[in-house]
């Protein structure tokens, strides 16, 4: 499979964001579109996926960007997220499957060898326990496969799958709170487009937490459990396409009417996939992707 690349005079800029606080650029790249920004529990490196690998951003000093070689691995997508161990990093690849490797590089183990058949994986989230991962599934074969992508858990020691959802609407992005005791996703269960809700961890008490006209994909808790940021697609966009104009957004995690816009900026998949609040839950990182007509 082809891996995204960035367009003839695009950038790829990686940003961190204070909140209450304009935005700051920490790094600028002409040859890698990376993706999906994690904060490392050192507070000082971000891990982001680009061209099938994994790479560190030191935020220290000048800002430098440096291989993780992860190997037994087929090509890594955008869905990675860390074990709350700190020396992990899960990581989902083109072949459907998710791994487990050292965060510092190394031979990656497969998770899923007890998958079901013909059941795709995307990575989202780890329970706050370090016992179970959240991940989008995804059956093959069904006619329309991504009318199917539902909520699962299952355990990090493989098996135990459990289902959340059932559509009606594909849903995306799960991952825990910091307590264990909710998911956060987005679905298009409610009215045919995109909105941002929530589950508990044994499939009752589904609830809604966005309203508007928005497309609104990709709910990350800060560790902190106070806020929540997400990524705001233009009405009417179906699927979280790349280079389209979209707003990075953050909100109280007990107050969805305080919604504020902290960027207007082209970019999409690969902005905001996974989880990239600090571990002091003071800032969050994400990814522009410019290019001539959009700066």
């Known amino acids: 499979m082809d891996m995204p690349q960035l367009l003839p005079g695009q950038a790829c800029r990686i940003w961190t964001a204070e909140l209450g606080k304009e935005p700051l650029k920490q790094f600028e790249s002409f040859e890698y579109l990376l993706e999906s920004p994690n904060w490392l529990s050192s507070g000082d490196t971000l891990v982001l996926n680009g061209d099938g690998r994994l790479w560190r951003l030191s935020l220290v000093g000048r800002p430098q960007l440096g291989q993780i070689v992860i190997t037994d691995i087929p090509q890594l997508n955008n869905d990675h997220v860390l074990d709350p161990d700190g020396k992990h990093i899960y990581l989902s690849a083109y072949d459907g499957q998710m791994y487990r490797a050292e965060v510092l590089g190394g031979v990656a183990e497969l998770v899923t060898k007890d998958a079901p058949d013909g059941l795709l994986h995307y990575l989202h989230g780890v329970d706050?326990?370090?016992?179970?991962?959240?991940?989008?599934?995804?059956?093959?074969?069904?006619?329309?496969?991504?009318?199917?992508?539902?909520?699962?858990?299952?355990?990090?020691?493989?098996?135990?799958?459990?289902?959340?959802?059932s559509g009606p609407g594909p849903s995306d992005g799960c991952e825990y709170t910091p307590d264990g005791e909710w998911i956060y996703f987005n679905t298009e269960i409610f009215d045919g487009h995109a909105q941002i809700a929530r589950v508990r961890v044994d499939g009752s008490g589904i609830e809604q937490l966005t309203f508007d006209e928005f497309v609104n994909w990709f709910p990350h808790i800060s560790p902190d459990g106070k806020w929540a940021n997400y990524i705001s697609f233009p009405p009417g966009t179906r699927g979280h396409p790349s280079n389209v104009w979209v707003d990075v957004k953050a909100v109280a995690l007990e107050d969805w009417r305080s919604t504020a816009t902290v960027a207007h900026l082209f970019g999409g998949q690969g902005t905001l996939n996974t989880n990239s609040w600090s571990p002091d839950s003071s800032a969050f990182a994400f990814v522009s992707y410019p290019t001539n007509a959009g700066e």
Request: negative net charge; aromatic residues 14%.
């Open 128 to 165: 706050p326990s370090g016992d179970r991962l959240a991940f989008i599934g995804i059956q093959v074969g069904t006619g329309n496969w991504w009318e199917r992508a539902d909520v699962f858990t299952m355990s990090v020691n493989g098996g135990d799958y459990r289902q959340l959802t």
